[in-house]
């Protein structure tokens, strides 16, 4: 079965550029969250898109922009990097109906972003 | 926010040997979750739970949503090698709303699987 793809799956920045990542949700999924994980820590929500609208914002900062296009796919464009925004990056797609049990998130293989 | 307290934190079991762990929340829940993540990949949904009390298998893992829906725990019993990895937890709130689907994860459990 199809997955979620997340590309590139690594990238090496240095500070103050900018980074572009792309998130392609498994077919016939309408909506893509972000996540960001730490070393060692749990994965933390950065936002999320609905039929490529917004529709929830957490921890993310006002550096980091995101959408969703026709296709459904996103990118999570992030400028001014700092050496803290080295972290795992994932993605996760859903089937959204609005009710428990048609929300499931499978999430891609993340981006591994190392900031020297 | 909200936050979920996962435990242990870490556990070294031998093979063969059954493992549980839980999760607590402050706060309601009408979704659990349980991933695994293998060091730099992606997590992979195990056992999804959407009803209070509702109990679930999957294999060799079984998980329950807790009554209050402010709990859970996930079992896996006759543990191998291949289970070594790290286990999270996640809520979901569903509904409207700002939290509206997002996931709310534990700190995770690290397992290691002595042969």
């Known amino acids: 079965a199809a997955g979620v793809i997340q590309s590139p799956r690594h990238l090496i920045k240095e500070k103050r550029e900018t980074a572009t990542l792309k998130c392609y949700p498994i077919?016939?999924?309408?909506?893509v969250y972000w996540y960001q994980q730490g070393p060692g820590q749990d994965p933390q929500f950065l936002i999320s898109?609905?039929?490529?609208?917004?529709?929830d914002k957490g921890s993310i900062p006002d550096r980091f922009s995101a959408q969703q296009f026709s296709d459904y796919h996103s990118e999570l464009n992030m400028s001014s990097l700092e050496l803290g925004d080295s972290a795992l990056y994932f993605c996760?797609?859903?089937?959204?109906?609005?009710?428990?049990?048609?929300?499931?998130?499978?999430f891609g293989p993340g981006t591994r972003l190392t900031v020297l | 926010g909200q936050q979920l307290n996962q435990s242990p934190q870490s556990m070294f079991i031998q093979e063969g040997e059954d493992v549980s762990m839980n999760c607590t929340s402050s706060?309601?829940?009408?979704?659990w979750l349980w991933y695994k993540q293998d060091p730099g990949e992606g997590p992979v949904l195990l056992i999804a739970?959407?009803?209070?009390?509702e109990l679930t298998s999957n294999g060799r893992l079984t998980a329950q949503f807790g009554i209050t829906r402010k709990d859970s725990f996930l079992n896996i019993s006759a543990s191998i090698p291949s289970d070594v990895g790290i286990y999270f937890c996640?809520?979901?709130?569903?509904?409207?709303?700002?939290?509206?689907?997002?996931?709310?994860f534990g700190q995770g459990t690290i397992l290691t699987v002595h042969p």
């Open positions: 996760a797609s859903s089937s959204n109906q609005g009710a428990p049990g048609t929300d499931t998130q499978y």
């Open positions: 077919p016939r999924h309408d909506t």
């Open positions: 898109f609905y039929e490529k609208m917004q529709s």
């Open positions: 706060s309601i829940f009408n979704t």
């Open positions: 739970l959407y009803k209070a009390g």
């Open positions: 996640a809520g979901q709130l569903l509904g409207g709303g700002t939290s509206y689907g997002k996931l709310t």
